[in-house]
């Protein structure tokens, strides 16, 4: 999977880069056909901005977006909304074509 880790108004650190590219490639564990993530870290004043956008097969765009005084704090709360984001795609699809074992649609 590609990672683009890239910065607005600031720069970013080697050690939050290699943070933000480790993390991100978990991202597949949650929806195994992502294709990339692209990072982007902002700061206005004294607030530092995360944006997630995750691209996956057939046109599937997820945007986790989030606000800290801390980057890391960011990057760490964007994360987790992508992760939900990603669970969240991974179940339905998962579940929508395929009834279970007693006949009803979705399963038990």
């Not at 700061?43 to 606000?67: M, Y």
Request: charged share 35%; aromatic share 8%; net charge neutral.
């Amino acid at each position: 999977m590609q990672v683009t880790v890239s910065a607005r108004h600031m720069e970013v650190s080697q050690k939050l880069r290699e943070y933000a590219e480790e993390k991100a490639q978990k991202f597949p564990h949650f929806y195994d056909r992502v294709l990339s993530a692209e990072i982007v870290f902002d700061v206005e004043g004294i607030r530092h901005r995360c944006d997630i956008i995750v691209r996956g097969d057939h046109h599937t765009t997820f945007v986790a977006k989030e606000e800290h005084e801390n980057p890391y704090a960011a990057f760490d709360a964007a994360e987790k909304d992508l992760e939900r984001q990603l669970n969240r795609h991974k179940e339905r699809h998962r579940n929508r074509k395929h009834p279970g074992m007693d006949g009803s649609p979705g399963g038990a």
